[in-house]
């Protein structure tokens, strides 16, 4: 099956896809396009976040990463459904947990990894308590408003998965002062390591959306 993948940031997301691709097997060829492909940072500098924006985080192609509102990718992100389509692909994945406020125009299933959270991890929580991690201290009203709306108790922390893996381990570190008994990565950068890693410090279970996604991907794909 061919599918369609777009990141918020620039393509290929050689960050993600080694965690996928083995779960994708030899059924699904990948396609990658992103909505800030061909900008300089100081294009998407006009694209900064103002006080009552929804905030984005992504990764550069040259590994750097870029902060941005999400109203400026809007329109750039029904550009890369067409041309996903263009190239024949049989449905898309977007690798980004952000929640998006309008319906695209596509002919293919398009999977949101914040849909396959929002629905899941409720269902895996027993307390209905939580701790988030997301990757920017700009995110952490916007991902209270979200989670509130899912579970009853919502911990929020902030370390990008775009940085040095350490500055993730040490904010990890505070997650096991919680009363949570579930951890969501809530980005679509954070890595297996590091879920592997919170695992280990909290020994609680952690919910990472790239592969989490990846498997309903690997549900269509299953054709035979």
Not at 105 to 114: A, C, E, G, H, T
Not at 182 to 196: A, N, P, S
């Amino acid at each position: 099956m061919k599918v369609g993948a777009i990141t918020v940031g620039q393509s290929p997301r050689v960050d993600v896809t080694p965690d996928l691709l083995p779960i994708f097997g030899d059924k699904v060829e990948l396609i990658e396009i992103g909505a800030l492909d061909g900008l300089s940072y100081e294009e998407i500098a006009e694209f900064a976040p103002v006080d009552g924006d929804y905030v984005l985080v992504s990764r550069m192609k040259d590994g750097g990463s870029v902060t941005f509102a999400e109203k400026h990718i809007l329109p750039r992100l029904q550009e890369c459904i067409f041309k996903l389509e263009e190239q024949g692909v049989s449905l898309i994945i977007f690798f980004c947990t952000g929640n998006f406020p309008v319906e695209f125009d596509s002919k293919v299933p398009l999977i949101f990894p914040n849909m396959v959270l929002g629905n899941i991890v409720p269902l895996l929580t027993r307390k209905k308590s939580i701790s988030v991690l997301i990757p920017s201290e700009l995110q952490i009203t916007q991902a209270h408003e979200r989670w509130e709306k899912l579970v009853d108790k919502v911990t929020v922390f902030a370390a990008s998965p775009y940085g040095k893996f350490e500055d993730v381990r040490l904010v990890a570190e505070k997650l096991t002062e919680t009363d949570s008994d579930l951890v969501v990565l809530d980005c679509i950068g954070y890595t297996q390591e590091m879920k592997d890693m919170v695992y280990n410090l909290t020994k609680k279970p952690v919910v990472l959306p790239r592969t989490l996604a990846a498997r309903i991907v690997t549900e269509m794909a299953d054709i035979g």
